[in-house]
């Protein structure tokens, strides 16, 4: 199987361009939580994946030419697993964040507080 990306992950930020429906859900998420959107990032992806390590979609990451960027930065523990989680999945750290985004926005639309977060996953 080959890389699609052979580069290092390099920093804890993470800047993409998403579709205008994740988008929306992202402002929506973000209005009913009161967080801003790149916390809201942060904390939708630590949840995915410890929710998911491995996480392997049927659908594929379409890059997108246009859109809204969303960029967000990661603390160094939630930055190793997803560096690992790309490395594993060989995808680009930012194809990981957006299927995990996307993933996550679908899954738990109503996601408020950091305190619906459990260890392990469950």
Known sequence: MRRMNTRPALGPCVSLKVDEDTHQKLLNAKERSGRSKAGEVVLRIRD???RYPDFYPTVTYQN???GPVVMA???DETNKKLIAAKNKSNRSKS???FLRLQDHLEQ???FYNSESIEPGGK
């Open 64 to 66: 997108v030419s246009f």
């Open 108 to 110: 738990f639309p109503d």
């Open 73 to 75: 930065r990661f603390d």
């Open 95 to 97: 194809h990981e964040v």
């Open 48 to 50: 995915h994946l410890s």
